[in-house]
């Protein structure tokens, strides 16, 4: 890895083993891109890329009318001079005008990474990255802007953000502040974006680019299930195994846009940031506003690579703390068994059978503070109901470990419903517009998180609660989207800036309590996976995938969420059947088949499954805590789509290709057809190895596949809905 500054040619290169991103200083002393892709060798100057030629457009020097900024590749584009597409800020000056020409003045160069402050950022060590801060000034706004770029060592990636500093005295208002701009030299690319909704989340959807925009965005406040705030940018020819493709990842939790554009010049734009409907950042004199990070990869081998890309760089230099690169507990939960109608008796019988089976860790989730009997009252007051909770969560924590278990509990905190004690104290402290009627959500309104005192009451009280207690784990749940942003901290002018501050506020508290209670295994939840994005992985290691536990529409849910996330941050248990989402019944061999590839857990009373079943159980349990390491950590590779075919299959291998373990699903039986041959990938071709009582070369699984019909004779056969199997290979 490196960074070259050629002070001839105005160029830097920024490079690793596997990417070269090159960037110059354009004539018009404003940032332009030369090459984004595949490593490439140095030389001193790459300016024969740059289009110097007198089209019939509007040129930004006036000596030579020849360079136009619309034909060439930009940094961070303004609108206003001669780019006449989709600008990646806007900055309102006093006099209203809107036009600013940031040029270089300066930059640095330096190993590591700083961190972007009150945001979430992938972090590195000295020797793990290094990182070019360009330095651009604007000398009629008095404003600087500094574009920074990190490559590191390992990962064929590049984080950038970008950070505006006000140096006068008049105040600016920033409309728009994008955290990169990507221009690609040609438009022959697909999108492929994962959308979805409530109970399913992040399907995959691939759009082909042509002339004008193409995006997604999220403006509910949170990143959202509809649009999650991770793309990718490929050749149509790539798939999961070959082929160019670029990543996107927003490391933001909030609202968001990424686009991207194809002009009339063959050049593709791709931004991507906070969105800017509802966004105006005042800055006075003196002050500074920094980005959040977009995490760029590039790959010439294919989906799986670049998912592997994210899914390394993410668990070793996003996620912090105790729970990085750990495996996770294996939980129950109670929240489809019992849901609010509980008591501790139940709860501890819950809990009692769940450690004869070999869980590690329960949790309790909603209903245990305030009048919280029902959707309708008691959030807000984060105090024990005493009916439930006879001895507080210090008493149960204390009985749960007593049985041999970890505990740990379910919070809501940004939210409050009207009937609690605490809006009925502060009413003012919700997000509302005062005079108009305010939208409820699962009965609830949004707490102010934009103001400091409302996150500090909320943290005094959760910090009661936990600190008494014996507690593992937290379980973090948003269940609604944010409307009538208002807040009353602020002054008409700082309205713009509610939004953006009410996630700095979720990110503080958090901040708060992983620094009270550095040990605690945070999951973040939305309604199941409403915020699954990677500014949350910079807090909780691992997100509640979705609201639907169903094991065939789990299969889509985690495969899409595998293209841009770890596999160790995917919340995935075992729940009841028929499953209460879809009503369709699947055995319990298959539910367990599906959760492995995730933090696996249970997500229903033990007590009510019969014998056979929860023998089953045990044996699950025991197969994944001998294989939790290599299934959460492992190489991660999709093998057939569920959204493509009526199989699917999934398999992880070992960084020394030593294990694999390779998961395959029947979702919809097809009578009268051959099994037919699963190829896998990843394996060394010329080492042996076993699966089930054969052996086989790697080169064999890998190119004539693993015949399905082996595994009729273990009661697996492609004629039934819902049967799967999942195997072990072992090097020999
Ligand atoms: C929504 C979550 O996704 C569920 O798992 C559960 O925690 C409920 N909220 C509790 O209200």
């Keep these: 890895?490196?960074?070259?500054?050629?002070?001839?040619?105005?160029?830097?290169?920024?490079?690793?083993?596997?990417?070269?991103?090159?960037?110059?200083?354009?004539?018009?002393?404003?940032?332009?891109?030369?090459?984004?892709?595949?490593?490439?060798?140095?030389?001193?100057?790459?300016?024969?890329?740059?289009?110097?030629?007198?089209?019939?457009?509007?040129?930004?020097?006036?000596?030579?009318?020849?360079?136009?900024?619309?034909?060439?590749?930009?940094?961070?584009?303004?609108?206003?001079?001669?780019?006449?597409?989709?600008?990646?800020?806007?900055?309102?000056?006093?006099?209203?005008?809107?036009?600013?020409?940031?040029?270089?003045?300066?930059?640095?160069?330096?190993?590591?990474?700083?961190?972007?402050?009150?945001?979430?950022?992938?972090?590195?060590?000295?020797?793990?990255?290094?990182?070019?801060?360009?330095?651009?000034?604007?000398?009629?706004t008095q404003m600087t802007l500094l574009l920074s770029y990190t490559i590191f060592e390992g990962y064929p990636v590049v984080a950038r953000h970008a950070e505006f500093k006000n140096n006068g005295s008049a105040k600016v208002k920033i409309i728009k502040a994008l955290s990169c701009c990507v221009d690609l030299p040609d438009q022959d690319y697909e999108m492929v974006q994962f959308n979805g909704a409530w109970a399913r989340e992040r399907m995959p959807v691939v759009r082909r680019l042509t002339g004008g925009t193409t995006s997604i965005e999220s403006k509910r406040g949170v990143s959202s299930a509809n649009f999650n705030p991770f793309f990718i940018i490929k050749r149509p020819n790539t798939d999961d195994f070959a082929g160019d493709a670029y990543g996107f990842s927003f490391v933001y939790s909030g609202n968001f846009i990424a686009m991207a554009e194809a002009n009339s010049y063959e050049r593709l734009r791709i931004l991507m940031g906070i969105n800017p409907e509802r966004f105006t950042w005042v800055l006075n004199g003196g002050e500074t506003f920094e980005t959040p990070e977009v995490v760029i990869a590039h790959t010439d081998q294919g989906l799986n690579d670049l998912s592997q890309t994210y899914h390394s760089l993410y668990n070793n230099n996003l996620v912090r703390g105790k729970w990085k690169n750990k495996p996770r507990p294996i939980l129950n939960n109670n929240w489809e068994a019992t849901f609010m109608d509980f008591t501790e008796e139940s709860i501890l019988k819950i809990a009692a059978k769940a450690k004869e089976a070999g869980v590690e860790l329960f949790v309790l989730d909603d209903g245990w503070f305030g009048e919280r009997n029902d959707d309708f009252a008691g959030l807000g007051d984060w105090v024990e109901n005493p009916g439930k909770l006879p001895q507080g969560m210090a008493g149960l924590a204390r009985k749960v470990n007593a049985l041999g278990l970890q505990f740990g509990f379910w919070i809501e905190p940004e939210m409050v419903n009207p009937n609690s004690n605490l809006f009925r104290r502060h009413p003012d402290w919700v997000l509302a517009v005062p005079g108009r009627k305010s939208s409820l959500g699962r009965h609830q309104l949004v707490l102010d998180f934009s103001r400091e005192e409302v996150v500090d009451y909320i943290y005094n009280m959760l910090y009661k609660v936990i600190d008494g207690a014996n507690i593992s784990y937290i379980k973090w749940d948003m269940n609604?989207?944010?409307?009538?942003?208002?807040?009353?901290?602020c002054p008409p002018e700082e309205q713009g800036m509610v939004y953006?501050?009410?996630?700095?506020?979720?990110?503080?508290?958090?901040?708060?309590?992983?620094?009270?209670?550095?040990?605690?295994?945070?999951?973040?939840?939305?309604?199941?996976?409403?915020?699954?994005?990677?500014?949350?992985?910079?807090?909780?290691?691992?997100?509640?995938?979705?609201?639907?536990?169903?094991?065939?529409?789990?299969?889509?849910?985690?495969?899409?969420?595998s293209y841009g996330y770890p596999i160790v941050s995917i919340g995935s248990h075992v729940s009841a059947v028929p499953n209460q989402q879809t009503g369709r019944s699947t055995s319990i061999s298959t539910r367990a088949n599906v959760a492995y590839f995730g933090t696996f857990g249970y997500e229903l009373d033990l007590n009510e499954i019969d014998d056979k079943e929860f023998e089953k159980v045990k044996e699950q349990i025991e197969f994944m805590k001998k294989h939790r390491e290599l299934i959460q950590f492992g190489d991660f590779f999709r093998l057939r789509s569920p959204f493509e075919t009526d199989q699917t299959a999934w398999m992880v291998v070992s960084k020394d290709k030593k294990k694999a373990i390779v998961g395959f699903y029947c979702m919809r039986s097809n009578v009268n057809t051959l099994p037919g041959f699963l190829k896998l990938t990843g394996l060394d071709p010329d080492a042996r190895y076993r699966m089930e009582d054969k052996e086989y070369y790697g080169d064999e699984l890998m190119n004539m596949g693993i015949t399905l019909l082996e595994f009729y004779k273990k009661g697996f056969t492609i004629s039934e809905d819902y049967a799967s199997f999942v195997t072990v290979i072992d090097a020999i």
């Design 480 to 489: 609604r989207s944010l409307t009538e942003v208002f807040s009353l901290g």
């Design 500 to 561: 953006h501050r009410y996630v700095l506020g979720v990110y503080s508290l958090y901040t708060r309590l992983i620094e009270a209670f550095p040990d605690i295994l945070f999951e973040s939840c939305s309604s199941g996976g409403n915020r699954f994005d990677a500014g949350m992985l910079y807090y909780a290691p691992q997100a509640w995938c979705s609201d639907n536990t169903d094991a065939i529409d789990r299969l889509r849910i985690q495969y899409g969420t």
């Design 1 to 140: 890895m490196n960074i070259i500054w050629n002070k001839t040619s105005g160029q830097f290169h920024l490079y690793n083993d596997r990417i070269s991103y090159i960037i110059a200083v354009a004539p018009s002393g404003e940032m332009t891109n030369l090459y984004f892709g595949k490593r490439i060798h140095d030389r001193e100057d790459f300016s024969y890329v740059v289009f110097r030629m007198g089209m019939p457009n509007i040129a930004v020097d006036a000596d030579t009318e020849t360079y136009s900024m619309e034909l060439n590749r930009q940094e961070y584009p303004s609108f206003g001079t001669t780019d006449f597409g989709t600008s990646a800020f806007e900055i309102e000056s006093e006099n209203g005008s809107r036009v600013s020409s940031f040029v270089y003045k300066s930059h640095n160069i330096f190993s590591g990474k700083r961190v972007i402050s009150g945001l979430p950022a992938t972090y590195a060590a000295e020797n793990e990255a290094m990182t070019l801060e360009l330095e651009m000034e604007d000398e009629q």
